[in-house]
């Protein structure tokens, strides 16, 4: 499975062999690696050059270092944790510019709004239906509603991601959306004037959902995005 690596690189050498075997399913989740001895043999390194290979992989998501007398490398899951993790850090620390930010989110959402207004059931309405509906009570409740109201809008959202059926936009929403605070608290005033202009559009996604109107559905998850972000350019510049 393995072979000798090239000592000008040989830490990543090891990496990506054995990124390879996991990824082909010659290294089967929940296997150990062979002890640190025999790998070191194999790959012709020193034990300090496999180790920080290990770490790698470790930090990738692909393996899992345990110690102790069970001890070893054991091989993970591959899953959408790390993509999730990676993308959650850059929007809760603002890393992202806003025009980056909505040119991401227009496309994203846009597509994701599109795919669940084609494939939406009647079940899937109902519940949109019902989270309009706890929308605006909520906003009907004054500024003791308005944290409630931005609960709601989430759950809207990630409600429709499911729809979509699409698992990777499922991951990407629901790590956005868990992160996104921080440009709200920075760019966007708690404004009621602005909650209800939400949910206007919310109202009028769901609408076209509800049609099977795809080109609708985007244009108006599109426009939303835009005009927020607009919003948000100009409380940044002030």
């Not at 809207?156 to 956005?176: D, E, I, P, R, Y």
């Not at 404004?191 to 206007?200: G, R, S, T």
Request: glycine letters at 8%.
């Amino acid at each position: 499975m393995f072979k000798q690596v090239k000592q000008s690189k040989a830490y990543q050498d090891v990496v990506d062999q054995i990124q390879e075997a996991i990824m082909t399913g010659a290294l089967k989740a929940g296997s150990l690696l062979p002890a640190e001895r025999d790998l070191k043999e194999k790959f012709g390194i020193s034990r300090g050059t496999l180790r920080e290979a290990l770490r790698v992989l470790e930090q990738k998501g692909l393996i899992e270092i345990r110690t102790g007398v069970a001890g070893g490398s054991m091989v993970r899951e591959v899953n959408s944790d790390k993509l999730s993790e990676n993308l959650g850090l850059l929007i809760r620390n603002c890393a992202v510019s806003l025009t980056d930010l909505a040119e991401f989110r227009e496309e994203m959402e846009g597509g994701v709004t599109a795919l669940a207004a084609q494939r939406a059931g009647a079940e899937d309405v109902a519940l949109l239906r019902t989270l309009l509906q706890e929308a605006e009570e909520q906003l009907d409740l004054g500024p003791a509603g308005w944290d409630g109201f931005i609960r709601i809008d989430e759950q809207l959202h990630l409600a429709l991601a499911k729809m979509s059926g699409n698992l990777l936009f499922q991951t990407v929403l629901q790590s956005l959306y868990a992160n996104i605070h921080t440009y709200y608290v920075k760019y966007l005033p708690r404004d009621e004037a602005l909650l209800k202009e939400n949910f206007a559009d919310l109202c009028a996604i769901v609408t076209a959902v509800e049609a099977h109107d795809s080109e609708q559905a985007r244009a108006v998850a599109q426009s939303h995005v835009r005009r927020f972000n607009k919003y948000m350019e100009q409380k940044g510049a002030q």
